[in-house]
């Protein structure tokens, strides 16, 4: 018996995908995997994310830094299929004008893809805050995906 296997995406399909998205699922480890949803920006070379400062992957991210990333794209009845999953780890970023320089890239990301203002709840801020108290306001964690050491993109054929 022959297994088709789906085709792989290559470096510039894989950039592109993440490029062009702005969600994503982190898969933390624990007892158990645990998988939440982020909004990320990408620069070009590392991916960042918001976070509120509390709930379990709080906690399972100061125990063990190593995550899975995954991002995907895909029609309604699943013709058309991408998504790629990155592993590494996520750090912290402490240093305030690299944490300002990523809060404004989400602004900026969701000004641009006109995403409703109750994302803010998910980075720890109240739906009717203006946009810029994410600029202005500490109650966001800035994360950034580092050391990837697998990374693998399937896409339909």
């Known amino acids: 018996m022959n297994v088709l ?50 709930g379990k992957k709080i906690e399972l991210f100061s125990n063990n830094p190593k995550v899975a990333v995954e991002i995907e794209k895909y029609s309604e009845n699943l013709t058309d299929y991408k998504f790629v999953t990155l592993q590494g780890s996520i750090r912290e970023v402490v240093e305030n004008n690299e944490k300002l320089k990523i809060k404004e890239y989400f602004v900026n990301m969701i000004k641009y893809k006109n995403l409703s203002s109750k994302i ?38």
Not at 18 to 40: K, S, T, V
Not at 126 to 136: A, C, D, F, T, V
């Open 5 to 54: 296997k789906i085709p792989l995406m290559n470096k510039k399909e894989y950039d592109e995908l993440i490029h062009d998205e702005n969600l994503c699922r982190i898969a933390f480890q624990g007892e158990y995997p645990y998988i939440a949803p982020f909004l990320y920006v990408f620069d070009g070379k590392f991916l960042y994310f918001l976070s509120t400062k509390y």
């Open 120 to 157: 803010l709840a998910a980075l720890g801020h109240s739906p009717g805050e203006p946009l810029e108290s994410l600029l202005n306001e500490d109650k966001s964690y800035v994360w950034k995906l580092i050391d990837v050491a697998n990374i693998i993109g399937l896409k339909d054929s």
